[in-house]
């Protein structure tokens, strides 16, 4: 009997005489292509694409929202779970803290598992997150509120790479920034909502069982929303189109899994200059952004009050919250512009010296 195969060395060659079919089939489509061929390289846009899209938007809002429904309303959480202001700031510094650290793995789920388990995944995690949470209304259930939050904040790590594989999977060559766009949209939209919603849903009020009981509101709607999404995350969501919509996503589906390695992209990246410029660069301007959301309203407050007979009057949170809603809607324009022009004119270097140019100068304003 001989020796057993070395399963690397199968992998290679399955790898290779593919990679020779492939190159057949090409010569054979610029040639004298058949039906085989033909059937291979057909593509076509689905109108599902939309929906797709649309529902990825709408659980990436209800888990982007409460990124921010602690923060803002800082002063309010503090007296209601007897903690201190940083405390609080943890419940939105955890969304950032949680990333860092499963991004890789869950990249390589993506990967190897396709978008609707990581679809379900992202909606599972954020539904057990809200329900959590609901059981958290009272001042000695803080623990179990910060459980909550992370999470949500697990959750998110499951959407945030997700826009960029939609929009490849599901949308043509000349739409893939747009749709990119909306998914990111979707979770500006959410920032926006959680800068507004909770002020008006959690008055500052001195009673504690009524404070309860606004929190518990609020909570309540959130997981509803939640739930409802999970649900039709779970009927709806489809992993692919039965045809690829353009020519590098019908050429990649002719590529098998074993010639992909995860690890090997990772290292080319971190060996790609540009995208290390790039990763930086966005690092710095997000890390602003997320840094005045988390601290908006201890900003607000302490520095403009409105006072009368020297205490605070209560309603600044609603400001803070409006202030913080400008911010985002201004940037949801922004990127749903940017996403329709980077479309067209395929300018994307011009566009990001833009943004860090005009990132720099809005600070002295």
């Given at each position: 009997?001989g ?8 992998a290679n060659?399955?790898?290779?005489s593919?990679?020779?079919a ?7 489509v610029f040639s004298e ?5 033909r059937?291979q ?5 689905y ?12 659980y990436s809002l209800?888990?982007?929202y409460?990124?921010i429904?602690?923060?803002?309303i ?10 201190d ?7 939105s510094?955890i ?6 650290p499963l991004?890789?793995p869950?990249?390589w ?9 990581v679809?379900l ?7 057990a997150?809200t329900?959590?949470k609901?059981?958290?209304?009272r001042?000695d259930?803080f623990?179990v509120?910060?459980?909550?939050q ?9 959407i945030?790479?997700?826009?960029s ?18 998914g ?10 959680g800068?507004?919603?909770p002020?008006?849903l959690?008055?500052?009020v001195?009673?504690m069982?009524e ?10 709607i959130?997981?509803?929303?939640a739930?409802?999404l ?5 009927i709806v ?26 690890s090997?992209?990772?290292l080319?990246?971190?060996r ?5 410029l ?7 301007n997000?890390?602003?952004?997320y840094a005045v959301g988390t ?5 607000i407050?302490?520095h403009y009050?409105?006072?009368?007979n020297?205490l605070?009057?209560?309603g ?5 919250g ?9 940037g ?5 512009i940017?996403g ?7 300018t994307?270097?011009?566009q ?5 140019v005009?990132?720099d ?5």
């Amino acid at each position: 009997m001989g020796e057993p195969r070395n399963s690397d060395s199968e992998a290679n060659e399955k790898c290779f005489s593919n990679s020779e079919a492939q190159n057949e089939s090409r010569v054979q489509v610029f040639s004298e292509p058949s039906v085989a061929s033909r059937d291979q390289m057909e593509t076509h846009l689905y109108k599902r694409r939309w929906l797709i899209v649309f529902l990825f938007s709408s659980y990436s809002l209800c888990n982007s929202y409460q990124w921010i429904q602690y923060g803002i309303i800082n002063n309010i959480f503090m007296k209601f779970y007897n903690v201190d202001s940083f405390t609080i700031d943890w419940m939105s510094m955890i969304y950032m803290l949680t990333y860092i650290p499963l991004i890789f793995p869950v990249t390589w789920l993506l990967d190897k598992k396709g978008l609707r388990v990581v679809a379900l995944a992202a909606t599972a995690l954020n539904c057990a997150g809200t329900w959590i949470k609901v059981a958290s209304a009272r001042p000695d259930l803080f623990p179990v509120t910060f459980l909550g939050q992370v999470t949500c904040s697990i959750a998110q790590v499951f959407i945030l790479g997700m826009p960029s594989r939609i929009a490849s999977v599901w949308f043509g060559s000349n739409e893939v920034s747009t749709a990119c766009s909306i998914g990111v949209f979707g979770n500006q939209l959410g920032i926006a909502i959680g800068f507004l919603v909770p002020p008006i849903l959690v008055p500052n009020v001195e009673d504690m069982d009524e404070l309860a009981n606004h929190i518990q509101v609020m909570f309540y709607i959130t997981a509803g929303v939640a739930t409802f999404l999970f649900i039709l995350v779970l009927i709806v969501f489809q992993e692919r189109p039965a045809l690829p919509p353009s020519q590098s996503q019908a050429a990649a589906r002719l590529i098998p899994t074993e010639c992909y390695s995860y690890s090997s992209s990772i290292l080319r990246l971190l060996r790609n200059t540009p995208f290390i410029l790039l990763l930086i660069s966005y690092g710095l301007n997000v890390g602003c952004f997320y840094a005045v959301g988390t601290l908006l309203n201890q900003m607000i407050i302490k520095h403009y009050p409105i006072t009368l007979n020297l205490l605070v009057f209560q309603g600044e949170e609603v400001n803070a919250g409006r202030i913080g809603l400008t911010i985002v809607i201004a940037g949801m324009v922004g990127s749903l512009i940017c996403g329709i022009w980077l479309d067209r004119t395929k300018t994307y270097n011009c566009q990001d010296n833009g943004n860090l140019v005009t990132s720099d100068l809005s600070p002295g304003f």
